[in-house]
T-cell receptor, first 113, second 115 residues
Framework: DGGITQSPKYLFRKEGQNVTLSCEQN?????MYWYRQDPGQGLRLIYYSQIVNDFQKGDIAEGYSVSREKKESFPLTVTSAQKNPTAFYLCASRPQGSNTEAFFGQGTRLTVV | GNSVTQMEGPVTLSEEAFLTINCTYT??????LFWYVQYPGEGLQLLLK?????DKGSNKGFEATYRKETTSFHLEKGSVQVSDSAVYFC??????????????FGRGTQLTVWP
């Protein structure tokens, strides 16, 4: 089955540690996105990528980093510079074109203690 | 710039009640408009979409019409069920001057349906 997979579903880390969230898709989509979701704040865009080896900052990129070495993969690293990293993280992919829908993963809930 | 404004929640209804969740947008040109639904602990999934003015998107009894004159895309359902309890997001993409590839989301509206 085609889809977008995020792993793990739950992740715990100690403060000051970097952590990498995985996102893989087998839908052959060019564009991939990372969003952060906090209660009552909707979705906020962290980074997005339209093509392999290229990505752009979203609205809240500080403290995060990404890479796009393969079309299928768009991992997100939450660095120790991120002041409040505990949140629900959603990855999405989408074909090119403004009228296309985005497909979302099941999310990773990161808790930093 | 582009933006989406959704009705604040939460919305609480009894089963079989009529649902309206308001969504208005700011964009120039002809963006595409979407409604997504998120069930607890899950990612978002597309509920319906419309890509040009006066188009009506529909799915699972939900409907929304792309109204360019009022820059709106309100979500409606004639008779809600307990299983419709979720968070609903309005979104837009494209339009003149839009950043290529970006989707703009509203803040989401929590719907709870009681039996």
């Amino acid at each position: 089955d085609g889809g977008i997979t995020q792993s793990p579903k739950y992740l715990f880390r100690k403060e000051g540690q970097n952590v990498t969230l995985s996102c893989e898709q087998n839908l052959n989509h060019d564009a991939m996105y990372w969003y952060r979701q906090d209660p009552g704040q909707g979705l906020r865009l962290i980074y997005y990528s339209q093509i392999v080896n290229d990505f752009q900052k979203g609205d809240i990129a500080e403290g995060y980093s990404v890479s796009r070495e393969k079309k299928e993969s768009f991992p997100l690293t939450v660095t120790s510079a991120q002041k409040n990293p505990t949140a629900f993280y959603l990855c999405a992919s989408r074909p090119q074109g403004s009228n296309t829908e985005a497909f979302f993963g099941q999310g990773t809930r990161l808790t930093v203690v | 710039g582009n933006s989406v404004t959704q009705m604040e929640g939460p919305v609480t209804l009894s089963e079989e009640a009529f649902l309206t969740i308001n969504c208005t947008y700011t964009a120039t040109g002809y963006p595409s408009l979407f409604w997504y639904v998120q069930y607890p602990g899950e990612g978002l999934q597309l509920l319906l979409k419309a890509t040009k003015a006066d188009d009506k998107g529909s799915n699972k009894g939900f409907e929304a019409t792309y109204r360019k004159e009022t820059t709106s895309f309100h979500l409606e359902k004639g008779s809600v069920q307990v299983s419709d309890s979720a968070v609903y997001f309005c979104a837009l993409s494209g339009g003149r001057g839009s950043t290529l590839g970006r989707l703009y989301f509203g803040r989401g509206t929590q719907l709870t349906v009681w039996p």
